[in-house]
């Protein structure tokens, strides 16, 4: 092929995209040498490819259907009372019950209450699965680790059943240790000046209650939380004994996680007046208005509960890998990629025996694995060892759909016309669209389940077959042609 | 390919089908007794049943190893290259940290999983019904590609077939079924009909005799397989060498899937649509 061919071939478009999209990946993702001197790219790794921890979590807690003819807060109270754990309403017609019940054991309880059961699941409301999130996520970036994931794993009625923790150079135990921790809180009250004093501390909090309004509906939010019968004795004696009761203007009371205030307010009036004469269990910190308010809310909440989960969990799994083991099955993953190609290449040599053929087919090949790459360094997807099966499984049909292309155009071995190259190419993409599509069905449950490790394999494998089928298949095709009409 | 020979014309269509008739029934046999004897007509690894599992890399032999951990119901040991795979039934917490702890100790550098019994049951129930729903999801893609009863039914049979035979060669090799098992048997759902309908579009769309059409298919066919065998075979090799077991277990399972499909396109497919055709249907 001379220049001016390979020129006419470069401008073709099919062919520039691919051109264009090998340099943008490549420039994705980035080789370079780190500061070490070490090769280094913007790939990110899964928890199999490096050292890393993961723990999955199973809440002890279910979301259950129902229907009641009481009032439903009455009905509510009642079931608090017989079930004897946080029972909260999950969406009108659902309660998420925060202690482990079987079906069979919860249906009596219902019955007493004056309710039925509609549906049963174990688990918790996909908010209960939020918040149980950011309490997570408030641990690990308190610990400052620096690379942490945390998954809510929720099925398709928005009820979790399950939480996934993934931390990248952390080992096992430490891993445990962080999600297990708990943090210090206390309440301190301002003496004088910037002086403060302990009031109580985070074990005699009982219960901390969602972010409500109160009034309700006044849009005036706020966290109600309940002391021990001791902790309302210890925060009655201090708010007089320091003077809150009589001035609460110069006496704020400060609320403080892992000694840092995250939450300073005067008593009220009303509750001052109060305190002077009797204990006070339930309280209510109130933090503003409209969106900033519930906000602020939600944030005190999770500091109340100090890091504690506001429903309990059990690990239902665990794992980790060690940086000697990450190293080496990093390692494994790119000799089997390269490997992969080259006896592909081979076994196709082997077939058509015309380099002119083989090296476009190779080269088109391996556009697509690092196309693929590009896109993970881009949307920063962590690969893991299922990902390099996906991606060699990719090598390997990649190379099938142009055997297709090469055999349907070359029929009888004749060079074809343009047009009959034209029709024949269509032949082609037809079978290998059907093809395709098929694979990509095939993956699809996996990519929309929440199959642990799985997810990220299947989402691969169904973007390698669609780069392959919009993109390299009609450059490829140009460019066999181009060469066989020589 | 030159490999050898195949003439397809010299067979009748009940010839063709006899021998993956026969390994078809073999292999549910398989499945069945499997199924009798556990419950599961593969047996499951520890990410379905429950379990913690353990690569290391030592020259520690399979005694050494017993004794390390004879405190701890260790249930299986693998071995390949210088890596071993350790198994161990459920335990409690406290057993479950104590075992960590004198892994930590002596293997500093091993890998660990532990997959609690009941995630373990909710991940073989997610990993069932990707199967049949990617299965079916399949079969709907292939019959609204062809758009005729019977070739649809050979190409869905064929992959059927496929999973059949595989499921039950792994339970002949020893191979569980794992969350990588269960990926590599969905890639073969997907891949194993690549073949199939390739043979199917050259059949019934082109001109031209049967046998030619045919003989056709099976050379571009043959290529397709052998390069994506070519592919899992470097995987399988890699793995091996380097004892990365996941790896190891996707790329067997996908070789002996690829055999199976050969199989059944080149005998079942070809024997159905050929049968299809000779009595009229087609062009």
């Known amino acids: 092929m001379n220049s001016k061919e390979l020129k006419a071939l470069a401008t073709d478009w099919r062919v520039a995209i691919l051109i264009v999209l090998v340099v943008l990946s490549v420039i994705a993702i980035f080789p370079h040498f780190d500061e070490q001197g070490h090769l280094a790219t913007n790939l990110q790794y899964g928890l199999d490819l490096q050292q890393g921890s993961w723990i999955q979590l199973e809440y002890k807690a279910e979301v259950v259907g129902f229907t009641t003819d009481e009032p439903v807060d009455e009905f509510i109270a009642s079931l608090t009372k017989q079930v004897d754990a946080e029972v909260i309403l999950a969406d009108a017609t659902h309660l998420e019950i925060r202690k482990p019940y079987s079906q069979a054991d919860l249906e009596p309880l219902f019955a007493t209450a004056g309710g039925k059961i509609t549906s049963y699941q174990q688990g918790v409301s996909k908010s209960t699965a939020e918040s149980v999130k950011r309490v997570l996520e408030n641990k690990i970036n308190s610990l400052g680790t620096k690379d942490a994931k945390v998954n809510t794993l929720t099925g398709f009625n928005n009820v979790g059943r399950y939480i996934r923790v993934e931390m990248a150079g952390v080992d096992m135990k430490q891993a445990q240790d962080i999600v297990g921790k708990q943090g210090k809180f206390e ?28 009034p309700a509906g006044s849009d005036k939010w706020g966290v109600g939380f309940t002391l021990s019968e001791e902790g309302a004795a210890e925060f009655q004696a201090a708010a007089i004994r320091y003077g809150a009761t009589v001035d609460p203007a110069n006496h704020y009371l400060a609320m403080l996680l892992d000694n840092k205030t995250v939450y300073s307010a005067p008593l009220s009036t009303d509750l001052a007046g109060k305190l002077q004469t009797e204990k006070i269990r339930q309280l209510f910190a109130s933090t503003g208005t409209g969106k900033a308010g519930s906000q602020q809310a939600t944030d005190l909440e999770i500091h109340l509960r100090a890091g504690a989960l506001p429903v309990d969990v059990t690990i239902a799994g665990s794992g980790g890998t060690s940086a000697p083991l990450g190293e080496r099955y990093k390692a494994m993953a790119l000799l089997a990629g390269i490997l992969a190609l080259i006896t592909v290449g081979f076994v196709i040599y082997y077939r058509y025996r015309e380099p002119s053929i083989v090296l476009p087919m190779i080269l088109v090949n391996a556009s697509e694995v690092l196309i693929l790459l590009g896109f993970i360094a881009l949307i920063r997807f962590q690969m893991d060892l ?89 450059a490829y095709g140009k460019v066999i042609m181009q060469t066989l009409s020589k | 390919m030159g490999l050898f020979k195949y003439n397809i014309e010299k067979y009748t269509p009940q010839q063709l089908m006899v021998i993956p008739l026969v390994l078809f029934v073999m292999s549910l046999m398989v499945l069945a007794f499997n199924m009798a004897a556990t419950g599961m007509p593969v047996k499951p690894g520890i990410d379905f049943s429950g379990g913690t599992a353990v690569t290391i890399i030592t020259f520690d032999s399979r005694e050494q190893l017993q004794t390390t951990f004879s405190g701890y119901p260790l249930t299986e040991i693998g071995d390949v290259n210088n890596g071993k795979f350790l198994k161990f039934g459920t335990m409690d917490d406290k057993q479950y940290q104590s075992l960590t702890q004198l892994i930590n100790q002596k293997y500093p550098d091993a890998k660990i999983d532990q997959i609690g019994e009941s995630f373990g049951k909710s991940l073989q129930y997610q990993a069932a019904l990707a199967l049949v729903f990617s299965f079916v999801g399949m079969a709907i893609v292939i019959f609204l590609s062809f758009r005729t009863f019977v070739p649809s039914v050979a190409v869905v049979l064929s992959a059927l077939a496929d999973m059949v035979m595989t499921a039950a060669v792994m339970n002949v090799v020893g191979i569980t079924l794992s969350l990588g098992t269960t990926a590599a048997l969905l890639m073969l759902i997907g891949y194993s009909v690549d073949s199939d309908i390739l043979l199917t579009n050259r059949v019934l769309k082109r001109q031209g005799k049967l046998n030619d059409k045919l003989m056709g298919a099976f050379h571009t066919g043959m290529i397709m397989t052998s390069t994506t065998l070519a592919a899992a075979a470097a995987l399988f090799i890699v793995s091996w060498f380097g004892s990365v077991q996941i790896l190891m277990e996707i790329s067997a399972v996908l070789l002996i899937g690829l055999v199976a499909d050969i199989i059944n396109t080149w005998l079942t497919n070809v024997g159905i649509l050929k049968w299809y055709v000779l009595k009229g249907g087609g062009k």
């Open chain 1, 187 to 214: 309440i301190r009250i301002q003496t004088t000046g910037n002086n403060t004093e302990h009031v109580v501390s985070g074990d005699k909090i009982t219960s901390v209650q969602v972010p409500s309004q109160e």
């Open chain 1, 386 to 474: 299922p990902t390099i099966a996906g991606l060699v499984a990719v090598v390997g049909t990649g190379i099938d759909q142009l055997v297709i292309i090469t055999d349907e155009i070359l029929h009888e071995g004749k060079v074809p016309s343009p047009n009959l190259y034209l029709k024949r190419l269509t032949r082609a993409l037809g079978i290998i669209v059907a093809a395709a599509a098929t694979v990509v069905i095939a993956m699809l449950p996996l990519a929309l389940m929440d199959l642990s490790t799985l997810k990220g394999f299947a989402i691969i494998t169904i973007l390698g077959v669609l780069v392959g089928v919009i993109i390299t298949r009609p």
